[in-house]
């Protein structure tokens, strides 16, 4: 027989246990109150004559596909690296009600009044590839070990020495944590001289070629060249046989189906690339947006994508960007 004492302890974990399985109903509740449908996403990119993006934008659709079994609407569309156009972009996510943008910022500290009408429009916003102040999340490659891996390689086959170029690009993270990697191995060097590394090298636009035309012509004596991407690798090496020019070799960023073929060619002057992925980076950046969504806060705000450096000796190991 239980005493006086033990009774009323037993009433009182009782109330407990009852309180605790209110407050636990009323938390699901609550998330399940909260959580939205995904039926419509917005992508805006740089530029969709980059192949990085296309695959960027294969990557999300097939993801919300697998997410949503096929039921909602993906449109990807490119600013070209113009914030006005981007700003454009954005308004008509809102105006259409979709329920998640993935933004690749043309500038990365310049979206805030954009993405802030996305939140006040209570739409997820996830950066991808770089970030962008006042986004949810951010899913990116980790661009300052590609940036560092590309230019070790640089420093290694030049023993130390030697007169290098780096070719910049848009005014966003990815670009200068790639810079950051690289000038941090340069800096470890004192007989490395950088000729030249604010110069855009416009990442694959009509002025591209120009640009790299004009810096091999104002240095006689090149031995690397490190692009931000393979894009302008590519415009770099182009410029390279125009003029005759066989004194130098490039890395650069991204493991690019095209730059994997520059790799297997004795004639490219090409001999790296620090690897993406951009179509499994898009995949990742729709699953953080359906959790939030969901009402569920995701582990980590920013996810960061290993890089590894392919090379001439590994090319034919490398697997090469995921896709569909």
């Known amino acids: ?110 979206m805030g009044s954009s993405l802030k009408r996305l939140h006040d429009a209570d739409i997820v916003s996830v950066a991808v590839d770089v970030a962008a102040d006042g986004t949810d999340a951010t899913v990116t490659t980790d661009n300052v070990q590609a940036g560092r891996n590309a230019c070790q390689y640089i420093a290694d086959r030049l023993k130390g020495s030697g ?80 003029l005759g020019r066989k004194d130098f070799f490039i890395t650069s960023v991204d493991g690019s189906p095209s730059v994997v073929e520059a790799l297997k060619r004795p004639d490219s002057l090409i001999a790296a690339s620090s690897s993406q992925d951009p179509y499994l980076m898009a995949q990742k950046a729709v699953e953080i947006g359906y959790q939030i969504l969901q009402g569920r806060e995701p582990e980590q705000d920013v996810i960061l994508i290993p890089s590894q450096l392919v090379t001439r000796e590994n090319v034919a190991q490398y697997k090469g960007w995921t896709s569909n």
């Open 1 to 110: 027989m239980l005493d006086e004492d033990t009774t009323m302890l037993t009433k009182t974990a009782l109330k407990r246990a009852a309180l605790c399985l209110v407050i636990s109903s009323m938390a699901f509740a609550t998330s399940a109150a909260s959580a939205k449908e995904l039926s419509s996403v917005g992508v805006t990119v740089g530029r969709l004559t980059n192949p990085f993006f296309v695959e960027l934008g294969k990557g999300a659709e097939a993801k919300v596909k697998e997410l949503t079994g096929g039921k909602a609407n993906v449109t990807v569309v490119a600013a070209d690296y113009e914030l006005n156009r981007q700003y454009a972009q954005i308004d008509n996510f809102i105006s259409s009600g979709v329920d998640l943008v993935l933004v690749n910022a043309a500038a990365s500290n310049a």
């Open 163 to 242: 007169n290098v170029i780096i070719v910049d690009g848009p005014p966003v993270s990815a670009v200068a944590d790639r810079i950051q990697g690289c000038k941090a191995v340069f800096a470890q060097h004192p007989n490395i001289r950088i000729l030249s590394e604010s110069q855009d090298g416009k990442v694959q636009s009509e002025n591209g070629f120009d640009v790299a035309t004009n810096l091999l012509n104002s240095f006689d004596k090149i031995d690397a060249i490190f692009t931000i991407n393979d894009p302008e690798a590519i415009t770099v090496d182009l410029a390279a046989r125009q």
